[in-house]
C-alpha cells in the first residue's frame, strides 16, 4: 500500500469539544486511542480540536490567510481536516459553529476528505435515501416529521396513513444508535413525537423489519469494499451498533451487496465511507451512510478484533494521505 504522505503532518478532526469527562475513556480506548497510533505509524500526527481552537488572521490584502490550531500554525500543505458533521443534543449549539467552519477551512484551500456539502445529506436520514434514490437495493421506507412548538396541532398526521406497527422512531440526525425507540401503536407515536418536541427534534419513523433483523457496516476505501462488520442487536434490543451493546464479528462482503456498494461509491466519491444495510432474513435495504463512522475494537485482548480495526484504520489514513495529495497537486499547493 502506498502511503507516502508527501509534506502532510497533520490530521485535525473538528468535532464539537462536549464529551463528558466519563464517557471519554471509553471511547478514546474504543478507537481514538488507535487513531492516533495508527496516524503516527504513517509519520502524521492526530488531534481532535473544537472548531473554537481555529483561528484565522487574514489582514493581509493580497496574501493567503493564516490558520492557527491552538496556536500552532498550520497551512493546506501540511494539515487536513475531517469535517463531518455531529449533532447529539449536547453538540446541537455547536452545529452552526461546525458548518461555518467547515465553510472557511474549505474556500482557504485545505483539504477536506469530508466534502461540507455532504454534512447535510448524511446528517439527515431522509436526505440521504432521496440522494441515493436509485439505489439498486432499496433504502427502508421512512416517514419526516419535525417537531416543534405547534406538535399539537397535529399538522403531520397525513403522512400517518399508510404508518404500519410497530414502527421504528428515531431522530433523523443522532448518531451511535442513540434516541431510536420503538412505537406499538400510534399513542406510543405521539407520546415520543412529544418527547422530541422538547428539544424540537425532527424525527423519522421506519417500519421495524423484525427480531431477527441483522445490520451490516461496509467499510469502503477509495470506492472499494475494505472490511464488513456483521452486527446483531443483544437479546431483547433491536438496535445492533456497538455503544448499543451490539454483537460484532468479520465477513466476506454479501455478493448482494456488491452492486449497491459500486452505487454508492460513485454516488458518494470520498477516500473513505460507512455504508450500513439491515438484512430482515429475506431482504436486505439501504439504511445509512457516515463518512465518519467509528472503527472500534469491541474486545482489546481479542486479536483478530485488534487486527482487523488497525488494518482499517490504516487504510483510512493511507486514503487520507493520497488524496491530499491529488488536492495539492489538482490545486497547486
Known amino acids: 500500500m502506498d502511503t507516502d504522505t ?11 469539544d462536549r464529551e463528558s469527562s466519563r464517557a471519554l ?33 487574514h489582514l493581509r490584502r493580497g496574501e493567503p490567510p493564516r490558520f492557527y490550531v491552538a496556536g500552532e500554525l498550520v497551512t493546506p500543505a501540511d494539515t ?33 476528505p469530508a466534502p461540507p456539502s455532504l454534512s447535510s445529506i448524511v446528517n439527515d436520514k431522509l436526505a440521504t435515501i432521496l440522494y441515493l434514490k436509485d439505489s439498486p437495493i432499496p433504502a427502508v421506507p421512512t416517514l ?10 397535529r399538522l403531520y398526521e397525513p403522512v400517518l396513513a399508510d404508518l404500519t406497527f410497530p414502527a421504528i422512531v428515531k431522530p433523523v440526525g443522532w448518531c451511535a444508535g442513540w434516541g431510536i425507540c420503538m412505537a406499538r401503536d400510534l399513542e406510543d407515536l405521539h407520546g415520543l413525537l412529544s418527547l422530541a418536541q422538547g428539544g424540537e427534534t425532527a ?13 451490516f457496516r461496509v467499510f469502503l476505501v477509495d470506492g472499494e469494499p475494505h472490511t464488513v462488520a456483521r ?35 460513485e454516488r458518494v466519491p470520498i477516500p473513505f465511507l460507512c455504508v450500513d444495510f439491515l438484512f430482515d432474513g429475506e431482504d436486505y435495504w439501504l439504511s445509512e451512510i457516515e463518512p465518519d463512522g467509528a472503527i472500534v475494537c469491541p474486545d482489546p485482548t481479542d486479536r483478530v478484533f485488534v487486527d482487523r480495526q488497525r488494518a482499517i484504520i490504516q487504510a483510512r489514513f493511507a486514503a487520507y494521505a493520497r488524496g491530499h495529495a491529488r488536492h495539492l497537486e489538482t490545486n497547486h499547493v
Open 25 to 57: 475513556p471509553k471511547w478514546q480506548k474504543a478507537f481514538w486511542a488507535a487513531y492516533e497510533e495508527e496516524a503516527g505509524r504513517l509519520g502524521l500526527t492526530w488531534q481532535r480540536h473544537a472548531p473554537d481552537d481555529i483561528a484565522v488572521d
Open 6 to 16: 508527501g509534506t502532510l503532518r497533520r490530521m485535525v478532526w473538528v468535532f464539537p
Open 80 to 112: 487536513l481536516f475531517v469535517t463531518s458533521l455531529y449533532s447529539l443534543p449536547y453538540q446541537s449549539q455547536d452545529v452552526f459553529n461546525q458548518y461555518a467552519m467547515y465553510a472557511v477551512l474549505e474556500n482557504a484551500g485545505f483539504y477536506l
Open 144 to 153: 419526516r416529521i419535525g417537531t416543534g412548538r405547534d406538535l399539537g396541532v
Open 203 to 215: 424525527m423519522a419513523i421506519q417500519p421495524y423489519l423484525g427480531p431477527g433483523t441483522i445490520d
Open 231 to 265: 452486527r446483531t442487536p443483544p437479546d431483547g434490543a433491536y438496535v445492533a451498533n456497538f455503544g448499543r451493546g451490539g454483537g460484532i464479528e468479520y465477513i466476506d462482503t454479501p455478493p448482494e451487496l456488491k452492486e449497491t456498494l459500486a452505487y454508492v461509491a
